[in-house]
Structure formats: structure tokens, C-alpha cells
């Protein structure tokens, strides 16, 4: 459920009208639903009730806007993140430092001292030779780093290959089969206490059965290496439950992912980590853009909106689907390309699509862009910054400021030599 709906024939977010934005902010712009944000978090925390010691970090890099990241504090969620930057988003939003965890498979040295010293919670370490570089830095320091080993399963994701993290040849985690070696190397050093382990297996899942596999190879390892003596207190389920981008798209559902969990999980007696990105965050933004032509083309005609790849990567990167809607459609559609402006044929949104029908000057949003939207905009063609704006009822705000070309080309320089 959202807070995305039609009122007096116009697209609202929550009580504000899309057109007001648009009109106020200009286009292309991210408007997400603080409402929407609140219930997908409570709805994910609910789905884990039956289960005894949950901790919640939302994986940042879905969305890291520090609005987003303040509902989401307040909410009770903590933070998944990949570098620095997102570690500082979420302490600048006010998350706890034990409430943060850093993933992530090219950790600097200067970023695993800058979360030692911030005392994050958890350390995922993606190889072995990390753990004792880690141990290193911490017992130098007179601290210890909560750690777990991320583990790859080997196990087939079914998602988009680009998303895909589970399989051996993918650069995640170590080998399942090495893991007990590397804990036995890796739990006695000074500087680390290896906790457990983590697993993560791919985005926009469809089907539990992939996670119920990995994580079944989990609690193998977890009973073996108790066997082997080692103490384990946590395990970090990752995240990866996908989302509706298509009107007829059926997903599991937070409760059924709960009752798998609580099902494969019922001995393992750990406390576990939960780190949903797309699930809190993908349908609660759209991008709403205006309609720039309707250029005539050899079957169907192109739309061409002024948002493009530079602020929605997804069509390009991944051949993603976003649906297309008019903000005051008008009950007839029509069969169009959709596509942006930036000067690459791979900047097309959909092909052959029916659509609302649209002219020059009308707005449209393409849904479900709250996640891996606007975190993942660039420049690109020159293009300004796409900015974000963020609703709570009736109240909206500008989240993120457009960036303007100006500003980036400041931050550019000719060298003397070059200069006449
Ligand atoms: C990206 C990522 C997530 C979040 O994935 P979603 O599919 O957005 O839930 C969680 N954990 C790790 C380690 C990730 O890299």
C-alpha cells in the first residue's frame, strides 16, 4: 500500500498535488512519500514479530536522501552502508553508531578506521585477509570491531544478473565451504569479535525459495562452526525482497518472508540482522517529469520527457520496467516509445508501451522510483541534478536542491598552461 493516488482526476502525493511540486520545483524531480516510508518500515518490522531478537538496518544506498534516513531513525531502523559517505548520512540523521553496519567488498583502510572510530556495530567482511587487516587497526587502537563473515552460498538468486550477489563467481562474500577455516584463523586475533555471519544474496527477489536456500546453508555452517568450538551470537540475513514495478507483479510478502525465517531460523538461538533496501523504499517515490515532445517514429511515436538516464538509471542499467502515468490522464492512452533526452539510445524508458496519452507540456511520473532513483543520478550530458522532495500529508519540502550545471563547472579548472 501507498500514499500515491488519484484525487479530482490528478496525481497526489498524499494530500499534495503532483502539478504543485511540478509548478513550485520544476521537472524532472524524486517526490517521495514520508507516509509510504513509515508504513513499508512498520510493515517489514511487523513481518518479523514472531521472530525473538531482530535488529533492522536499512540498506542505505536504496535511497540515502538524509530526510529519508531521518523517517526511517525514527522509525527505529538503523543502517546498512557501503562507504563512508552513507556511514556519515546516517549518523548525520541520527542513527546510532551501533545501530550501523558496514558492508561493502573494497573497504579502505582510512574507511575501517573512520568506523572504528565512529564504534559502528558490525563489520561485514567480504574476505579474510580484511578481518585480520581489521583486527590490526582496532587492537592498535585499544578497540575491539564487532564483526561478521559474509558468506557467498552459491545460490542462484533468480533476479537480474546485475543484481545477482549469491554465486560463487560473483565478487561477494567468501566461500561458504572456507568459511569455518577462516573463523578459526580470524576469532582468536586481538581487535575482533567475530560474531557470526552474513549473507546477502541478490536484489528484486521474486520467490522466498532462493533465500530459504542460502539461508538454510547458513544455519549449516552456523551448527558447524558451534562444533568447532566458536561462540556465535548473531547471524545477518541481508536483504533482497523485491517490489512491484508492474501492475499484475506479485511479490512475497513481508509476513510470508517472516514465517520462512522464523521457520529455517526456529534453533539457531543468534540475534538477527535484517537489511532491507527496496522493500522500504521503491514504491514510495515516483519521478515526475514533463512531457517535452511527442516526436513522430516508424511504429509508434517517441514521448520524449525532459527526465532522463543521468536521473533514472534503472531502464538502461538493468532493462527495468517503471510505469508510466499521467498526472491528469485523460482516459485515452496511446502506443509510444518513452524516451529522455541525453544524446544515447539506451536513455529509453519503455518501447512499444501503451500509455496514458500525452502531449508536449503534460507532467507524468514514472512509479515505483523510490529505491535506486535518485541515488544513482549523475550529470551526464551536463544535466542539472535531479532534485528530491519529500511530502508528510499536507506539507511538502525540497530534500535535495537541484544542482546546476553552473556549480558543477565551477568545481572545474583549465591549468595555467592551458589558459590564453
Ligand atoms: C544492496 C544491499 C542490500 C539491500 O538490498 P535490497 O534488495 O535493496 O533489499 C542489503 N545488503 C547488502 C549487503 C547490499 O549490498
Not at 533492522?56 to 540515502?64: Q, R
Not at 521503491?282 to 517514429?297: C, F, S
Not at 529522455?340 to 511520473?365: Q, Y
Given at each position: 500500500?501507498?500514499?500515491?493516488?488519484?484525487?479530482?482526476g490528478e496525481?497526489?502525493?498524499?494530500?499534495?498535488?503532483?502539478?504543485?511540486?511540478a509548478a513550485e520545483v520544476g521537472t524532472p524531480v524524486y517526490i517521495y512519500s514520508a507516509s509510504t516510508f513509515r508504513r513499508h518500515a512498520q510493515v517489514f518490522r511487523e513481518g518479523l514479530s514472531a521472530l525473538p531478537r531482530v535488529h533492522?538496518?536499512?540498506a542505505i544506498k536504496a535511497n540515502p536522501n538524509i530526510a529519508v534516513l531521518r523517517v526511517l531513525a525514527d522509525e527505529g531502523y538503523g543502517a546498512?552502508?557501503?562507504?563512508?559517505?552513507?556511514m556519515r548520512r546516517a549518523l548525520a540523521a541520527g542513527m546510532k553508531p551501533e545501530d550501523i553496519v558496514f558492508s561493502g567488498v573494497g573497504k579502505t583502510r582510512a574507511e575501517l578506521v573512520a568506523?572504528?572510530?565512529?564504534g559502528i556495530g558490525q563489520f561485514n567482511l567480504e574476505l579474510e585477509e580484511e578481518g585480520a587487516v581489521l583486527a590490526e587497526l582496532a587492537h592498535e587502537r585499544g578497540l575491539v570491531a564487532p564483526a561478521t563473515l559474509r558468506v557467498n552460498p552459491d545460490v542462484d538468486a533468480g533476479t537480474h544478473a546485475k543484481i545477482s550477489t549469491g554465486r560463487k563467481e560473483n565478487k561477494f562474500g567468501v566461500p561458504i565451504d572456507q568459511a569455518l577455516g577462516m573463523f578459526d584463523r580470524l576469532a582468536g586475533l586481538p581487535g575482533i569479535d567475530l560474531k557470526g555471519v552474513a549473507c546477502h544474496i541478490g536484489s528484486q527477489l521474486g520467490d522466498l525459495a532462493p533465500l530459504e536456500a542460502a539461508y538454510k546453508r547458513v544455519g549449516e555452517l552456523v551448527a558447524e562452526l558451534r562444533g568447532a568450538g566458536h561462540r556465535i551470537t548473531r547471524v545477518d540475513l541481508g536483504g533482497g525482497l523485491g517490489v512491484p514495478y508492474k501492475p499484475g507483479d506479485v511479490m512475497p510478502a513481508p509476513a510470508a518472508y517472516g514465517e520462512m525465517v522464523a521457520r529455517v531460523t526456529k534453533d539457531w538461538d543468534v540475534e538477527l540482522m535484517f537489511e532491507p533496501g527496496r522493500v522500504i523504499a521503491g514504491n514510495a517515490g515516483v519521478l515526475a517529469t514533463e512531457v517535452v515532445w511527442v516526436k513522430p517514429g516508424v511504429a509508434n511515436p517517441y514521448v520524449i520527457v525532459d527526465a532522463a538516464m543521468n536521473d533514472l538509471m534503472r531502464p538502461a542499467l538493468y532493462d527495468a520496467h517503471h510505469d508510466f502515468v499521467a498526472v491528469r490522464p485523460t482516459g485515452e492512452t496511446m502506443m509510444a516509445n518513452i524516451a529522455g533526452p541525453v544524446c544515447e539510445t539506451g536513455d529509453t524508458f519503455?518501447?512499444?508501451r501503451e500509455i496514458d496519452a500525452v502531449k508536449s507540456g503534460d507532467l507524468a511520473v514514472f512509479r515505483t522510483a523510490g529505491a535506486y532513483g535518485a541515488t544513482m543520478a549523475s550529470t551526464y550530458n551536463s544535466r542539472p541534478l535531479v532534485p528530491e522532495v519529500m511530502v508528510e500529508g499536507d506539507r511538502?519540502?525540497?530534500v535535495a536542491d537541484r544542482i546546476a550545471a553552473e556549480t558543477i563547472i565551477a568545481a572545474e579548472r583549465v591549468p595555467e598552461w592551458l589558459k590564453k
Amino acid at each position: 500500500m501507498d500514499h500515491f493516488h488519484f484525487s479530482n482526476g490528478e496525481l497526489h502525493v498524499e494530500d499534495v498535488p503532483v502539478s504543485r511540486i511540478a509548478a513550485e520545483v520544476g521537472t524532472p524531480v524524486y517526490i517521495y512519500s514520508a507516509s509510504t516510508f513509515r508504513r513499508h518500515a512498520q510493515v517489514f518490522r511487523e513481518g518479523l514479530s514472531a521472530l525473538p531478537r531482530v535488529h533492522l538496518a536499512y540498506a542505505i544506498k536504496a535511497n540515502p536522501n538524509i530526510a529519508v534516513l531521518r523517517v526511517l531513525a525514527d522509525e527505529g531502523y538503523g543502517a546498512d552502508v557501503v562507504s563512508v559517505g552513507e556511514m556519515r548520512r546516517a549518523l548525520a540523521a541520527g542513527m546510532k553508531p551501533e545501530d550501523i553496519v558496514f558492508s561493502g567488498v573494497g573497504k579502505t583502510r582510512a574507511e575501517l578506521v573512520a568506523a572504528l572510530e565512529a564504534g559502528i556495530g558490525q563489520f561485514n567482511l567480504e574476505l579474510e585477509e580484511e578481518g585480520a587487516v581489521l583486527a590490526e587497526l582496532a587492537h592498535e587502537r585499544g578497540l575491539v570491531a564487532p564483526a561478521t563473515l559474509r558468506v557467498n552460498p552459491d545460490v542462484d538468486a533468480g533476479t537480474h544478473a546485475k543484481i545477482s550477489t549469491g554465486r560463487k563467481e560473483n565478487k561477494f562474500g567468501v566461500p561458504i565451504d572456507q568459511a569455518l577455516g577462516m573463523f578459526d584463523r580470524l576469532a582468536g586475533l586481538p581487535g575482533i569479535d567475530l560474531k557470526g555471519v552474513a549473507c546477502h544474496i541478490g536484489s528484486q527477489l521474486g520467490d522466498l525459495a532462493p533465500l530459504e536456500a542460502a539461508y538454510k546453508r547458513v544455519g549449516e555452517l552456523v551448527a558447524e562452526l558451534r562444533g568447532a568450538g566458536h561462540r556465535i551470537t548473531r547471524v545477518d540475513l541481508g536483504g533482497g525482497l523485491g517490489v512491484p514495478y508492474k501492475p499484475g507483479d506479485v511479490m512475497p510478502a513481508p509476513a510470508a518472508y517472516g514465517e520462512m525465517v522464523a521457520r529455517v531460523t526456529k534453533d539457531w538461538d543468534v540475534e538477527l540482522m535484517f537489511e532491507p533496501g527496496r522493500v522500504i523504499a521503491g514504491n514510495a517515490g515516483v519521478l515526475a517529469t514533463e512531457v517535452v515532445w511527442v516526436k513522430p517514429g516508424v511504429a509508434n511515436p517517441y514521448v520524449i520527457v525532459d527526465a532522463a538516464m543521468n536521473d533514472l538509471m534503472r531502464p538502461a542499467l538493468y532493462d527495468a520496467h517503471h510505469d508510466f502515468v499521467a498526472v491528469r490522464p485523460t482516459g485515452e492512452t496511446m502506443m509510444a516509445n518513452i524516451a529522455g533526452p541525453v544524446c544515447e539510445t539506451g536513455d529509453t524508458f519503455a518501447m512499444n508501451r501503451e500509455i496514458d496519452a500525452v502531449k508536449s507540456g503534460d507532467l507524468a511520473v514514472f512509479r515505483t522510483a523510490g529505491a535506486y532513483g535518485a541515488t544513482m543520478a549523475s550529470t551526464y550530458n551536463s544535466r542539472p541534478l535531479v532534485p528530491e522532495v519529500m511530502v508528510e500529508g499536507d506539507r511538502f519540502a525540497v530534500v535535495a536542491d537541484r544542482i546546476a550545471a553552473e556549480t558543477i563547472i565551477a568545481a572545474e579548472r583549465v591549468p595555467e598552461w592551458l589558459k590564453k
